[in-house]
DNA sequence: CACAACTCAGTTGCGCGCAACTTAATAGTA
DNA sequence: TACTATTAAGTTGCGCGCAACTGAGTTGTG
């Protein structure tokens, strides 16, 4: 019944550290993906992918904002920004202008159709919350942990080698 | 002190749920890449990614898999393994070949050159947790947790529409 | 046996996510 | 005022992750 073991003797801790179900990095990822499944789903009315949508969100929530604001706001790079606003713009759904203030910067804001998407976008989260049958003290406290973690994890990415 | 509220009269509870920093899925992943940024430093010696460095570990502790079985393992299907597999065997760390048994299935094994790698990666687990700080039982119970949320979100995402 | 249904791996296409680089504009400084 | 350093956005390249499809091999049913 049980799978041939690997061609060792003993199972070390080094090697149980190794084995793919104690990998929490791969739970975390499992869980997101698995999310991103659903809201997937319940997006393709909207038209929007996933990152599109959260960049919808961050637009309709704080109004005009710069790319580089935007990816602070996603954690985003222009390198992902860039052609993902690219493409919300030829579909008509945001406006980009470079600020007079300083050239460098470009500035993102939504256009009538874009903000009209919004009314319809609300049924996103509540779908979502209807299908995962999650509350919203539990979401709440899910939320509360992982940004802790995140910012545990930036901590330690920023780190230096110590 | 607080920012430009967006362009409507009152926060009304769907508006409150379109808000960025309350979607759980954009917590999810964004631990999810703070803990990938980690993992890219940590696997930069070995020459991985980290969707790699999985496929490594389920091979590394099953032994030979089938495409499917692997794919059953990582939540993956052959559109992302094939050209992964691809990667890896001309590193020179995989070998493949078709069944015997079953000629549609091909059995994906680690070359004397990919099992030589098993030692350098039990450090990675070992500096990922140096780095982050996390002991067994945390890392544990975090992995409980995201295990059941995954579970709870694939059954949400089989099911019909309700 | 014949033939349809299914299974498995692979390919194509597209949108991220990220590193590395380029270009243009601004800020800082001798 | 020149000149360097810095900042912002964009581009390129690559590896996933996933949907849609293809083609070869297998299974099931008449």
């Known amino acids: 019944m049980t799978a041939t073991p690997p061609p060792t003797d ?6 149980n ?12 990822q499992n869980a997101s993906r698995a999310f ?4 997937r789903d319940a997006l393709k009315d909207l038209g929007l992918t996933y ?19 935007l990816g602070e706001l996603l954690r985003l790079d222009s390198g992902t920004l ?3 606003l690219k493409r919300l713009e030829s579909a008509g759904l945001v406006k980009r202008e470079r600020s007079p203030q300083d ?3 470009v500035l993102v804001s939504v256009t009538a159709t874009g903000a009209a998407l ?7 989260p509540l779908e979502v919350a209807r ?8 979401m709440r406290e899910l939320r509360g942990l992982l940004g802790r973690l995140t910012d545990r994890l930036d901590a330690a990415g920023t780190a230096q080698e110590c």
């Open 36 to 39: 991103g499944a659903i809201y």
């Open 51 to 69: 990152p599109q949508y959260l960049a919808m969100l961050a637009l309709w929530e704080h109004g005009e904002l710069s790319v580089k604001r």
């Open 103 to 105: 050239e460098r910067s």
């Open 118 to 124: 919004r009314e319809q976008a609300t049924q996103v």
């Open 17 to 28: 550290l190794l084995r793919l179900e104690h990998q929490v990095c791969f739970a975390l």
């Open 82 to 84: 860039s052609p993902l």
């Open 131 to 138: 299908r995962t049958g999650f509350d919203i003290a539990e």
């Open 10 to 15: 003993a199972p070390t801790d080094a090697e």
